[in-house]
């Protein structure tokens, strides 16, 4: 098969992963050999805002894909250093440890508000700019109503629907949502 791409770049932190982040990586697979999927928030603290590890996320969104699909994901992890220019520096330095010299490389995204921003600070890869999926969905009141106990099945594929359910069973999760109980949540993006 010819593809557009050899590697298409995907930056988020799938927090967690739903069915517009499944649409985008599905369009990236049609026009790229592989995706990489630029984990950001890849710190190991856990929060509300960032509930799963980097490696729970890996795991989470391989689930949703075919066997051959997920030999064509890879995965970088993104450490939040609040500098774009550092910030970029470190997207680009590991995306350069995982594609080949002389690659074609592209990043995917969508414009969807102000933090959006960051798509125009990779000038060299050509941009794929997806316009808004159906149904765009937005993580934070998914995972407001997650801490509720609620999993809106309508937001997930299957596979982050089971994570979903087996990460409830755990200790973490009673920890995060007490805290969310203890905290106005409305202040947390």
């Known amino acids: 098969m010819s593809y557009t791409f050899d590697y298409l770049v995907f930056i988020g932190r799938f927090q967690p992963f739903h069915y517009a982040h499944l649409q985008t990586v599905q369009v990236a697979l049609s026009q790229s050999q592989y995706v990489i999927l630029a984990l950001g928030s890849a710190q190991n603290e856990r929060n509300l805002k960032n509930p799963f590890t980097a490696s729970e996320r890996e795991e989470m969104i391989l689930s949703n894909f075919s066997p051959e699909d997920q030999k064509r994901i890879i995965f970088v992890h993104v450490i939040d250093v609040y500098n774009d220019e550092k910030w970029v520096k470190q997207v680009k330095a590991l995306v350069n440890q995982v594609v080949q010299t002389g690659s074609k490389i592209g990043l995917i995204g969508h414009f969807k508000d102000a933090s959006s921003y960051y798509l125009k600070l990779f000038p060299e890869w050509t941009m794929v700019e997806l316009e808004s999926l159906e149904g765009a969905i937005s993580a934070t ?30 200790l973490v999760y009673r920890q995060l949502q007490q805290k969310y109980k203890e905290q106005d949540y409305s202040n947390i993006q």
Do not use: D, V, W
Request: net charge positive.
């Open 141 to 170: 009141p998914l995972r407001e109503a997650y801490y509720q106990g609620i999993i809106k099945t309508e937001a997930f594929p299957a596979g982050s629907q089971n994570f979903l359910k087996n990460f409830q069973h755990g």
